[in-house]
Structure formats: structure tokens, C-alpha cells
């Protein structure tokens, strides 16, 4: 054998190591996480979208975390995707990873951030919505594929936080 095949093969063997150690720590983040909720269903009818922008899934994260990515649901696979924000909450349609629905009542908050999850763009350039899923709280990132989408998804969106309780201490009479 030449030292250009062994350089190879030696190559080959350490991508198939690293990409095993990959895989065996994806799984336990997934074992890790087995005790997150299952995502709220998609209300088969939503009201007419309040605002909606085309962009980039990010990733769902512990809340605070932002290396923390939540495997579990396929939250933390990144992939395009259109967010529309209705009366009921928010709608992520994820391009190959199913839809993520979080109602507005588990919306905590939202904010702009420069980075999340292996994404860093400039400043203020994702938008990380904030919510609950049974009693973990997330972030979940998303960058508009048109900068001049994202304020108009931020406004939309705080002002659906603002009036989510509002609805809830009303519809509990």
C-alpha cells in the first residue's frame, strides 16, 4: 500500500468515527429528552393569518440555553419553512419535518437575537419566540428570508403575547 492509500483509508476511518459519535450522541440527547411533551395538534381550522413570512426554521432550544437544541419532535432540525401567525397561535410549516403549532396562550415572549443553535447572523437578525411545552419552556428561532418581514412578524407577535392572557382569564369565567 502507498502512503496515498493509507492517508485515505486512515481519512475514511476517521469521518466514519466522527460520524458514529454523531449519531450516539443525537441518540442520547433523544433518551435525554424523552420526557418533553408532545406538540399541541394543528387546529383544523385557524384563523385568517395576521401576518406570515417565508425564512429558516432555526431550531427549538431550552429556553435560555442556546446550545441546548431539543431533538426530540424533530424540533431541532433545521430546515425552510413559512411562519404565519393567527388569532390561535403560531404556525411553523416546516419544509420535510412536519408542522409546529404552538398556541398563543404558551407564547411567553419574543425577542431578536443575533444567533442560536449553530446559526449567527448579524444583529437582530432571528427572531426566538419564547413558549411552553408542558413544563419545559423553549426558544425557537427563525430567520425571515426578507428583513423587512421581520418587524412586521415581531409587532404581530407581541401584540398576540399581549392579548393571549387577556383571552385565557376571559374564556375561564
Not at 442560536?116 to 419552556?137: I, N, Q, R, T, Y
Amino acid at each position: 500500500m502507498s502512503v496515498k492509500d493509507l492517508s485515505l483509508l486512515f481519512t475514511l476511518v476517521l469521518i466514519g468515527v466522527a460520524l458514529a459519535l454523531i449519531a450516539i450522541g443525537w441518540r442520547n440527547r433523544l433518551r435525554r429528552q424523552s420526557d418533553v411533551e408532545p406538540l399541541p395538534e394543528v387546529p383544523a381550522e385557524l384563523g385568517a393569518p395576521l401576518a406570515a413570512a417565508d425564512g429558516q426554521y432555526v431550531a427549538s432550544t431550552t429556553a435560555g440555553d442556546w446550545l441546548d437544541r431539543i431533538a426530540v419532535h424533530n424540533l431541532g432540525i433545521r430546515t425552510n419553512a413559512k411562519l404565519s401567525v393567527h388569532p390561535e397561535g403560531v404556525l411553523f410549516e416546516r419544509a420535510g419535518a412536519g408542522p409546529v403549532f404552538i398556541p398563543a396562550g404558551r407564547l411567553t415572549g419574543v425577542r431578536q437575537e443575533s444567533g442560536m443553535a449553530g446559526k449567527f447572523v448579524e444583529k437582530d437578525g432571528l427572531l426566538v419566540l419564547s413558549w411552553m411545552l408542558g413544563s419545559h419552556e423553549l426558544d425557537t428561532g427563525y430567520r425571515t428570508r426578507r428583513a423587512e418581514d421581520k418587524a412586521v412578524l415581531l409587532t404581530t407577535l407581541q401584540d398576540l403575547i399581549s392579548a393571549a392572557p387577556q383571552a385565557e382569564a376571559d374564556s375561564g369565567k
